[in-house]
């Protein structure tokens, strides 16, 4: 049974910064595996969106609008994601998710993702 975890979200000021943490099991990632990993979030009145991706071989992957303020990273060792976060804004206000898709290719992960966290709230006050 695939369960993810996610820890490290609360509220912060506008410009802060943050680090989200996923504690992955039933799953393994590694650089050589099968496992994609990646975090989403639901902003209050819009749908989830899929917003950073780690495919098996390290390579990562951004939504547009968010690239350059985040960073995703996974520890294998740990079965660990992570999502780092920099510059929040109060627009960056939502529940984040940590997310995990199985995939026939490290250096590609499928469109839509299987697995999910509870998710997690980050606030941002101006």
């Known amino acids: 049974q695939v369960q993810l975890m996610e820890s490290g979200g609360g509220s912060v000021q506008s410009g802060g910064s943050l680090r989200l943490s996923c504690a992955a099991s039933g799953i393994v990632y590694s650089t050589d595996g099968s496992i994609c990993m990646g975090w989403g979030r639901q902003v209050p009145g819009k749908e989830r969106e899929l917003i950073a991706t780690?495919?098996?071989?390290?390579?990562?992957t951004y939504a547009v609008s968010l690239e350059g303020r985040i960073t995703i990273s996974g520890d294998g060792a740990k079965n660990m994601a992570y999502l780092q976060m920099a510059d929040l804004q109060p627009e960056d206000t939502a529940i984040y998710y940590c997310a995990a898709a199985r995939t026939d290719t490290v250096d590609l992960c499928p469109r839509t993702f299987d697995y999910w966290g509870q998710g997690t709230q980050v606030t941002v006050s101006s």
């Open positions: 780690l495919r098996p071989n390290g390579q990562t």
